[in-house]
């Protein structure tokens, strides 16, 4: 099987291309606020609620649900997986767009942002920091991702030159696309273990590292799925099942992994016993382990895996049940305290909404226009 | 292809297997107190809510008044007075109440009421110390004061999810907003002087000393028996001024001596800390922990770097296709760079 990338074509600013630069165009304008009059004039952020939205989707399960390159790049470099070798390009797509708008909502979220070079000067590092981790590793990961993906751009360019002098030392950047990943995905849930009894004690846990980690790879694989399956519907492409259906296979393992991993913690560490008290954590948890349990249930047999259909849902859920989770840990079931209360405001959700669009936006731009999906067989 | 895939697998199981190798490294030893460590120790059984020392704190800070309390919004004034809700970025020490009941008599639990002081504890262990990615908080080594640089802020507000009293305040209406919190008027210190809010507080309610003599003071006040009239230095330990109180009856504990590692801003007072609003934690840091798993999972990035070894090489085998120059592969197998088009 020789895998032919080629630009889909087609018309660009389509009535759906206008409708999100529209949502662009509103997330300018609270932008333009938000560098003017301060945070507090778009957002509800509090100093009891100093993380709300931008860092808990842009960041956290923006960057998780940006987790496909990283996915594929596991299963393909590492488990020398060939046949699934077609499919990285695409994943990468949204693994670059993801991540760097990741970054690029950090600049909106940070207060001091014009000094946030400061995270690379040597002097000021604090190596205790985990965010001081995160904010290296992710940096250093959009560069790499924009290198992964290069070939794309040089293909569309037609720099072959420039091409041939890449292909020989791309191993190279593979390998640190793969432990960049590895590192902050597991990290971003470390980010918590410092806050304490402020992060409710179902979701709290020495082992938060991990759970993260583990959920990123299962989002990544669970996004690849579901939006091979978008665009193809979409974009008129031959469904590519078969091949998915194999990527999904993985995904039970990893999440039954991960649900004996998390509840033997929670069992352990006596944690559990937070299920029988009120308010809404044990109803967040419920919902999240009921998610993760369709994902399993439907990803786990052969024949319901192949049915398209049953596929796409279930790939939604995995996304869904780890999104959940990072939200319930950050911050539906967040608490610093009584008499602080936090839901977004519009200006917050417009700006996010705004990250999501242009997203979408740059992969429609890049699948048209450069060769990034395998051209049908 | 069969023996290539399981050379790989040993090198990722090798380079997974010093990652979590590393998870079981020593902890980190608790911070120990700096050695000329000073702090306040808040007595609430001496104070009479007068907030002399919120007036004094705001002077010498520069701080603006704040009008943003909700019994100003909701009577639609704004008084000529300062009227802070709670600790806010305008705010960095504030005096609060508690109230139960008929609220009767003062320090008492039922149907009594009590103040309290809010402003940084001075964590001998801080929390917010150990998540600053830019070293913003810094700990001095000498004073134990946890000071702010803004030049090295940018902003992130970790401190303010690290801090388990919710300390640090962000200037969220400013368009370049800073972290704002008590620095124990470590301009003054410089000077030879103690804390505005000591040096205003007119009962030693708020009291300025070393932290050891401090604890020590805690200590004696804690046998003293309550109707008895003892002897309460005020403003400075060792600065030579007392009054003659009666004691009031103390709840038997000096709220940050083990609190989160300890704490240099000590707290005593006739009612349990949980009425106060002070969250019952133990005597580790979450610093401590948060760095023993970090540093165990990255020591002097040993699992890193071999993990990347492992990779790259498992890259480096697996995209040799992707290398060779001719433009069909020999096995058929092809790569993304053969397809460009040649034109």
């Not at chain 1, 509800?44 to 709300?52: E, I, M, T, V």
């Not at chain 2, 760095?291 to 890259?315: F, K, N, R, S």
């Amino acid at each position: 099987m020789t895998e032919v990338y080629r630009p889909v074509g087609g018309k660009l600013l389509t009535r759906q291309f206008y409708f999100l630069a529209l949502l662009a165009l509103i997330a300018a304008y609270f932008l333009v606020r938000r560098f003017i009059f301060g945070i507090g004039d778009v957002s509800n952020l509090s100093d009891g609620y100093p993380w709300g939205l931008w860092i808990t989707y842009d960041v956290v399960t923006g960057t998780a649900i940006a987790c496909g390159g990283y996915a594929m790049a596991v299963a393909v470099y590492v488990f020398n997986k060939g046949q699934f070798h077609p499919m990285v390009r695409a994943a990468l797509l949204t693994s670059v767009f993801g991540y760097t708008l990741a970054g690029a909502s950090i600049v909106v979220d940070v207060g001091r942002y014009w000094q946030l070079y400061n995270v690379f000067l040597p002097q000021y590092a604090n190596l205790n920091s985990v965010m001081l981790e995160v904010a290296l590793c992710i940096s250093l990961y959009v560069l790499v991702l924009w290198i992964e993906f290069s070939p794309a751009i040089l293909e569309a360019m037609k720099a072959n030159r420039a091409l041939r002098m890449l292909r020989h030392i791309l191993f190279f950047f593979i390998g640190v696309g793969i432990l960049l990943p590895t590192m902050h995905q597991s990290s971003l849930g470390s980010l918590l273990i410092i806050a304490g009894h402020k992060v409710h004690p179902l979701w709290q846990s020495d082992i938060i590292p991990l759970l993260f980690l583990i959920t990123a790879i299962t989002m990544g694989y669970g996004m690849v799925v579901f939006e091979s399956l978008y665009a193809s519907v979409n974009l008129g492409r031959k469904l590519e099942t078969d091949l998915l259906a194999k990527v999904a296979g993985v995904i039970p393992w990893l999440l039954i992994t991960y649900l004996v991993l998390r509840i033997g913690d929670l069992t352990l560490t006596g944690n559990l016993a937070a299920l029988a008290e009120p308010g809404r954590a044990p109803i967040l948890f419920a919902g999240e382990m009921a998610l993760f349990g369709y994902a399993i249930v439907s990803l786990l047999g052969k024949a319901r895996r192949r049915h398209p259909t049953h596929l796409f849902w279930s790939a939604l859920a995995v996304v869904l049940a780890g999104a959940l989770y990072r939200f319930d840990a950050f911050l539906i079931a967040y608490n610093p305290g009584p008499g602080w209360h936090y839901f977004p405001a519009v200006g917050e959700m417009m700006i996010t909404l705004g990250v999501v669009a242009v997203e979408i936006m740059a992969y429609l731009f890049f699948v048209k226009k450069t060769p990034v999906l395998a051209a049908g067989h | 292809m069969k023996i290539d895939r399981r050379d790989f697998c040993k090198v990722v199981v090798a380079g997974a297997a010093t990652a979590l190798s590393g998870g079981v490294a020593e902890a980190r030893p608790p911070k120990e107190l700096p050695p000329k460590a000073v702090g306040i120790l808040y007595d609430a059984t001496l104070c009479i809510g007068c907030k002399a020392c919120e007036v004094g704190c705001k002077e010498a800070n520069d701080m603006p008044m704040d009008h943003t309390s909700c019994a100003e919004q909701a009577h639609g004034v704004t008084g000529v007075w300062d009227a802070p809700d709670d600790l806010n970025s305008r705010t960095m020490n504030k005096i609060k109440a508690y109230a139960q009941g008929t609220a009767e008599v003062k320090d008492r639990p039922q149907d009594g009421y009590s103040f309290i002081k809010r402003a940084c504890m001075h964590c001998v262990d801080p929390d917010c110390v150990s998540a600053c990615p830019v070293s913003a908080l810094t700990k001095d080594p000498v004073t134990g004061i946890v000071q702010y640089d803004p030049d090295a802020c940018i902003g992130c507000r970790y401190c303010q999810l690290a801090c388990p009293f919710n300390i640090p305040k962000f200037e969220y209406d400013k368009t370049f907003p800073k972290i704002v919190k008590c620095q124990m008027c470590a301009h003054l210190q410089a000077e030879g002087g103690i804390p505005a809010c000591c040096e205003a507080c007119p009962t030693g309610a708020s009291l300025f000393g070393a932290v050891p003599d401090l604890l020590e003071e805690a200590h004696r006040r804690l046998t003293f028996k309550s109707g008895e009239r003892q002897s309460y230095p005020i403003h400075s330990l060792d600065g030579g001024e007392t009054r003659t109180a009666e004691v009031r009856g103390y709840y038997p504990k000096v709220y940050g001596e083990t609190e989160t590692g300890g704490t240099q801003y000590l707290m005593m007072a006739g009612v349990p800390f949980e009425h106060l609003g002070m969250p019952d934690l133990g005597s580790e840091s979450r610093a401590r922990l948060s760095e023993t798993i970090q540093h165990g999972l990255y020591q002097g990035m040993m699992a890193p770097t071999l993990l990347l070894g492992g990779l790259v090489y498992a890259a480096y085998r697996n995209t040799h296709e992707d290398r060779m120059d001719p433009p069909e592969a020999p096995d058929g197998k092809a790569s993304q760079a053969e397809e460009v088009p040649d034109d």
